[in-house]
């Protein structure tokens, strides 16, 4: 399960060297309780290995959740709703740094492209001042965006202004 994720060497861990918080883990509730309660960013980083989308969505909700943790989030995939709403979520955090926020705009940006519609995670990273406004605005001049998707990214980009 994720702690077979977490750790190297075929994915057994000595009992001493299990990080606090994910010692004695059974069940995929369990990693996601940890993962909106845990405030240790070594511990929420080794989560971020676990298959289960749930657990990314708390992860990046976590206000704790280190960076780094969110940077290897962006490049998660699973499936188009989970997907989307990983990048809303990354997109939103507090802790996202400009680095975080352009692997957000660039995993959104081949999803528009793709077909699929993040329209949310293209909000949300509207409103970040980290990001320029044509680094921003370019996603509406993509294949998978609509017209009322460009309108709201207008208004949106013209507000910070």
Not at 46 to 59: I, N, Q, T
Not at 74 to 88: E, G, H, P, Q, T
């Amino acid at each position: 399960m994720c702690v077979a994720y977490a750790v190297g060497h075929g994915g057994k861990m000595e009992t001493s060297t299990m990080p606090r918080g994910l010692y004695g883990m059974h069940t995929p509730a369990d990693y996601l309780e940890l993962a909106r309660a845990e405030n240790d960013g070594a511990v929420l980083h080794r989560l971020v290995r676990c298959p289960y989308p749930f657990v990314w969505h708390a992860l990046a909700a976590n206000v704790h959740t280190p960076t780094v943790a969110l940077l290897e989030l962006s490049a998660a995939r699973d499936s188009a709703w989970n997907d989307n709403m990983l990048l809303r979520l990354l997109a939103e955090h507090p802790g996202a740094d400009r680095i975080v926020l352009l692997a957000v705009l660039d995993a959104v940006a081949t999803k528009l492209t793709e077909g699929e519609r993040p329209y949310a995670a293209v909000l949300a990273l509207a409103e970040r001042r980290e990001l320029e406004v044509e680094e921003v605005r370019r996603l509406g001049a993509l294949r998978g965006s609509s017209a009322r998707l460009r309108s709201r990214l207008d208004q949106s980009l013209g507000s910070r202004a």
